[in-house]
């Protein structure tokens, strides 16, 4: 499975190939929201593979249908806090504070492993730490060092909008959500849609890394994701 599809079909197709993944296989697609850098492929992904179920909450899919001009047929209704399957995977998704319709993270459980994915959220609530504290292995939005976007020159609104409460992760409040959530279960942590403006790798990790030193996690590894290249986690 796949949760969003934000790059061109071509690219992921490449991208999927270099790790032996065949896309055409895919059980299903999960939506997190209809913000673009998360949902720019899926219509020509739907049109190259229309077997391919995509799974949204109705607010999400119709935003996309209509903004995509995808028919709502394409989608797989889900209801949050309601799991579902996927082929051999278990479903939950839960709701996240992000400014577009009805935005969603998602654990999902497959051969007793515990995977929790969150991006694109505004806020660390315990709403969302809670599914964290789920998690064997966990993709986390570390998206913005606070002083970085201030300085970034970029408008005044936008800075706003990033660091709003329905916004975006910065650094900080990532490492707030593992520092509070953070369970005995969890073996590793990827790092995620970083700000490449508005944050460095070293510095998201450096975070990091002193946060799980805190709480005597050091045995936590940690991976933090770049844009343009595929990564492993196992
Ligand atoms: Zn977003
Ligand atoms: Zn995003």
Redesign the pocket.
Known sequence: MLV?C?LSCRELKRRAASVDVDVSCLDGIVI??S????IAGIKTFHKCFPDVPIFANIMTSETIAWHERIDEDAFVHFENGQQFEIGPFEVMPFSIP?DTSDPVGYVIRAEGVVYFHG??IGTPLDSVGVHLAEADVATL?SNHDPVMLRQSGRPPSLIQRIAGPRG?LSNDQSCELVRRFASPRLKRIALA?LSEECNAPHIAERAMRETLSSIGREDVSLAVLGQNSPFEIS
Do not use: A, L, S, W
């Open positions: 969003d934000g997190t929201h913000h673009d850098d998360h992000h991006t694109d939005e975006h849609h």
